[in-house]
């Protein structure tokens, strides 16, 4: 029974001795592969095509990402980052590494992002994968495929066709005169629109409108609440220079209501506003004519 439990605790003593050693192993294969990927960035970005290609194994297949030409093997691998280079002049390289993953001893997967920043300025960003390959010791690329990272639009840029309404507008008929104020909400997200309408000079209502841009939904989006307690939700679409907002509200008393109010832009202080398709628990109420807006107040 003795022997027998002094060979099992060789045994564990010899797997745990294997497992140090490969994890030692792995974090060297790991810190050469690191080591391997920060020379390549200098080499692309010292514009040496030589260099570059020494960091590929010798039948490596290299697709050029901008023409679609593949070509085989680290001499043809030069001459396309020769031509790469003649092209395209002082480009930088940045590569932002998200994972390096072991298949096997010799074999090891990276993923990441690799930009190009040109001259003017704009840089272009592509996700990748590389495969290494460990021969004689040495880590080398065989292989990447690169995938065009696709650019978001954020919310600002959504919206930036509505920014001809940042700025104080009035319009007045008779007795009565509207007045909104449009801004942007901080990070230019949002756009905040306050409305007050006054009568003979006395403030009958007053409201605040927030619009957005609804990724989801992927339309421009609006949410309104007055002071006599009624909100609106609408959908924003714009046709040629006119906005189309389809509104549906919910009135203070709890009536519901819709509506599709028109903007059409004259010139960058005057649009001209209408309200048709105007309905109240299935009750057809009249249109609305066209009323003239204009900008009293630009934004400082």
Same mark, same amino acid.
């Given at each position: ?16 001795? %294997?497992?140090?050693? =490969?994890? %030692? ?7 050469? =592969?690191?080591?391997?990927?920060? &020379? ?6 010292? @514009? ?14 290299? $697709?050029?990402?901008? $023409? ?14 020769? #031509?790469?280079?003649? #092209?395209?002049?002082?480009?930088? !390289? $940045? ?13 090891? /997967? ?5 930009? !190009?920043?040109?001259?003017? @300025? ?19 690329? *065989?292989?990447? $495929? ?5 650019? /978001? ?7 930036? #066709? !509505? ?34 309408? &006054? ?8 409201? !605040?409108?927030?619009? @957005?841009? #609804? ?10 609440? *007055? ?13 040629? *220079? ?15 209501? &819709? ?5 059409? /832009? ?30 009293? %107040?630009?934004?400082?």
């Amino acid at each position: 029974m003795k022997c027998f439990v002094r060979v099992v605790l060789v045994c564990v003593a010899m797997v745990g001795g %294997a497992r140090n050693v =490969i994890a %030692a192993d792995r974090a060297a294969d790991l810190a050469a =592969i690191e080591k391997a990927i920060e &020379s390549y960035t200098i080499a692309f970005n010292a @514009g040496d095509s030589k260099l570059l290609a020494a960091h590929w194994a010798p039948e490596a297949v290299y $697709t050029n990402p901008l $023409t679609g030409n593949q070509v085989v093997g680290r001499e043809a691998i030069a001459n396309e980052f020769k #031509d790469i280079f003649a #092209d395209l002049k002082d480009i930088k !390289l $940045t590569v932002d590494v998200e994972s390096i993953r072991f298949i096997s001893p010799s074999v090891a /997967v990276e993923q990441g992002v690799a930009t !190009l920043l040109s001259t003017d @300025g704009q840089p272009q960003g592509n996700s990748y994968t590389a495969i290494h390959v460990k021969r004689n010791g040495k880590w080398l690329l *065989d292989r990447v $495929t690169e995938e065009e990272v696709p650019v /978001v639009p954020s919310h600002y840029d959504q919206l930036k #066709d !509505l920014e001809w309404m940042i700025g104080t507008w009035l319009d007045s008929a008779e007795n009565d005169q509207i007045e909104t104020t449009c801004q942007w909400a901080r990070n230019n997200n949002f756009i905040i629109r306050s409305f007050k309408v &006054s009568v003979q000079d006395r403030i009958d209502m007053s409201g !605040l409108q927030i619009i @957005g841009w #609804d990724p989801a939904a992927g339309k421009i989006r609006s949410w309104a609440f *007055d002071s006599d307690g009624g909100f609106a939700e609408g959908t924003w679409t714009k046709k040629d *220079d006119r906005w189309v907002v389809e509104s549906n509200a919910t009135l203070p008393d709890g009536k519901k209501g &819709s509506s599709i109010n028109i903007m059409t /832009v004259v010139d960058a202080n005057t649009f001209r506003w209408q309200a048709t398709g105007r309905e109240v628990d299935g009750t057809i109420l009249p249109n609305i004519d066209e009323i003239k807006v204009t900008r009293v %107040a630009v934004p400082e």
